[in-house]
Nanobody, 122 residues
Framework: QLQLVESGGGLVQPGGSLRLSCAAS????????IGWFRQAPGKEREGVLC????????NYVDSVKGRFTISRDNDKNTVYLQMNSLKPEDTAVYYCAKGYGCYDSLSYFGSWGQGTQVTVSS
């Protein structure tokens, strides 16, 4: 079964940091682009960052530039989302998914994980 599992979410104060993990099982992650997405209450799911199989990065949302980074550890079959200088508006459920490229549309991504909640609040 092809599966992605997110972890690392939690409650953090504004200005704090979290590192999310996206672990793959049932397939070799390094063959795919992996995207991180988020969905805040009452809002549509949006792309955050994506890393291609060759290591290229794509940023989908300007508000995370300079604060969030994406990386992959192929030996651990895991992709990470390092989030620094967190803001209350980063509060959302964060998901990872795989694709054959860092495309614009979420419809090109599959094997969505169950998500991990990130709450930024004092």
């Amino acid at each position: 079964q092809l599966q992605l599992v997110e972890s690392g979410g939690g409650l953090v104060q504004p200005g704090g940091s979290l590192r999310l993990s996206c672990a793959a099982s049932g397939f070799t992650l390094d063959r795919y682009s992996i995207g991180w997405f988020r969905q805040a209450p009452g809002k549509e799911r949006e792309g955050v960052l994506c890393i291609s199989s060759s290591g290229g990065r794509r940023n989908y949302v300007d508000s995370v530039k300079g604060r969030f980074t994406i990386s992959r550890d192929n030996d651990k079959n895991t992709v990470y989302l390092q989030m620094n200088s967190l803001k209350p508006e980063d509060t959302a459920v964060y998901y990872c998914a795989k694709g054959y490229g860092c495309y614009d549309s979420l419809s090109y991504f599959g094997s969505w994980g169950q998500g991990t909640q990130v709450t930024v609040s004092s």
